[in-house]
């Protein structure tokens, strides 16, 4: 969107403007540099020692802010709209029902509010957040940018609607990320996030017992890894027990390549995730990531970054939220005159 716009102002007053950004800024690295009462703060410090030190209780937010970035930056933007509360919010929505890390987001926003009140938005602290949970990963360090701000809306049926499920084929999931502006590259490191954490029994259990309507399991699923999903998930179980997306039991909690190892060795858990090893379009992306962890971890790191930038609200647009679970309280009427 680089050029030169034409744009009347007032009555005969014509201005040439670039609008690269829409003329309301940009995304930045280090946007919150000198933009915090003491000229020193550094705000996405702050945000790395309380997600690190949350991550010591608790090491399973590494996958949950991980999966925040994308739910939220697929629906409406990267504008923290995922964090709103409200009986008909984009968290009540099916695909956000296992979504987790709101808290941990709270305590580093509050960690932030106490040293820089009302500067940093929601959006970006969820940006930080995932950087940081790659990392403690042991995933590549890379700079987010930041600057973007919070919007005002969340709605359940744009979640439902946007979020793609687990059984999508791998041609849909192309033109949902390329309507996004995301390359089938982005795409398949981005999905690669599934080397970390779990998916329910619900997300994959189709593929045990009744794969596309055969009333069988999924053909192109391992078989040793079929008859032991078959003993965590029973078929009339009302039980949704927990499988890990990435089997390699030594890294399923670490941000590394071997997820692809495993969806090369048929031991993908969703459908999404074993289809993108047999389709074409995607095939040869997998095995370069299979064979070389330093090109996954940088091509991981670079697709966060481009997912990062999908639809952002940037100044004068939007707001920054003073709690993430919440928009602001509209402003107090003026005083009176007497
Ligand atoms: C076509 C794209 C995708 C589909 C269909 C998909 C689907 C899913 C599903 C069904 C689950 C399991 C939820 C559950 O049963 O609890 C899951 C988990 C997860 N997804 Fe994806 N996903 C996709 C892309 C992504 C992307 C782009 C990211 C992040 C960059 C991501 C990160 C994660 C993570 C980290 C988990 C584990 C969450 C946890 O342990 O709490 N996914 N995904
Ligand atoms: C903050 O730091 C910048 C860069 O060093 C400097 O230009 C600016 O004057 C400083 N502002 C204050 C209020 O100290
Ligand atoms: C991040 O940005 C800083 C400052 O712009 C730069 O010095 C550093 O090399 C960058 N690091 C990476 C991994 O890109
Ligand atoms: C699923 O079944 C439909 C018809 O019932 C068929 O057209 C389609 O190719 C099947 N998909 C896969 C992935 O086997
Ligand atoms: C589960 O329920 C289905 C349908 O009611 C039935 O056909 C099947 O035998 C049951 N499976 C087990 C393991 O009980
Ligand atoms: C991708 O799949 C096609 C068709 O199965 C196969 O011919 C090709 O060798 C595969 N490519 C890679 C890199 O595995
Ligand atoms: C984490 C979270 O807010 N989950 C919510 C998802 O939606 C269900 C159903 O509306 C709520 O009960 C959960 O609290």
Redesign the pocket.
């Known amino acids: 969107m680089k050029g030169l716009a034409t744009v009347a102002l007032g009555l005969s007053l014509i201005v040439l403007v670039n609008y690269s950004c829409f003329c309301y800024g940009d995304l930045q690295v280090g946007y919150y540099k000198y933009r915090c009462p003491d000229n020193n703060t550094d705000v996405e410090k702050i945000v790395r020692q309380s997600i690190s030190s949350q991550n010591l209780l608790d090491p399973t937010l590494i996958p949950a802010l991980i999966r925040l970035q994308f739910h939220d930056c697929f629906v409406r933007g990267c504008d923290a709209s995922i964090l709103l509360d409200g009986s008909t919010a984009e968290k009540t929505a099916p695909p956000n029902l296992t979504v987790r890390g709101y808290e941990a987001i709270d305590n580093a926003k509050s960690a932030v509010e106490e040293q820089c009140p009302g500067v940093v938005s929601c959006a970006d602290i969820i940006i930080m957040a995932a950087r940081e949970a790659t990392v403690l990963g042991g995933g590549q360090f890379f700079n987010v940018t930041t600057g973007r701000r919070d919007g005002l809306i969340s709605l359940a049926i744009e979640a439902t609607a946007f979020l793609p499920s687990a059984e999508i084929p791998v041609d849909a999931s192309i033109a949902v990320f390329a309507g996004l502006g995301l390359s089938v590259t982005d795409m398949v490191a981005l999905i690669g996030a599934h080397t970390v954490g779990v998916a329910h029994c619900s997300s994959f259990k189709d593929r045990l017992y009744n794969y596309n309507g055969t009333g069988k399991a999924d053909p192109t699923m391992d078989h040793l890894l079929l008859t032991s999903l078959k003993i965590t998930c029973p078929q009339n179980s009302t039980q949704d027990n927990i499988a890990n997306l990435d089997q390699n039991s030594l890294s399923f909690n670490t941000v590394d390549n071997s997820y692809f190892k495993e969806i090369q060795d048929n031991k993908g858990i969703l459908g999404i995730d074993q289809e993108i090893d ?1 389709d ?1 379009r995607t ?2 992306t997998v ?1 370069s990531f299979a064979s070389d962890n330093k090109f996954f971890n940088a091509q991981f790191a670079a697709a966060m970054v481009n997912m990062g930038a999908v639809n952002v609200l940037l100044d004068p647009l939007g707001e920054i939220r003073q709690s993430c679970r919440s928009i602001n309280p509209p402003p107090l009427p003026p005083p009176p005159s007497k």
């Open positions: 047999l074409t095939n040869a095995a």
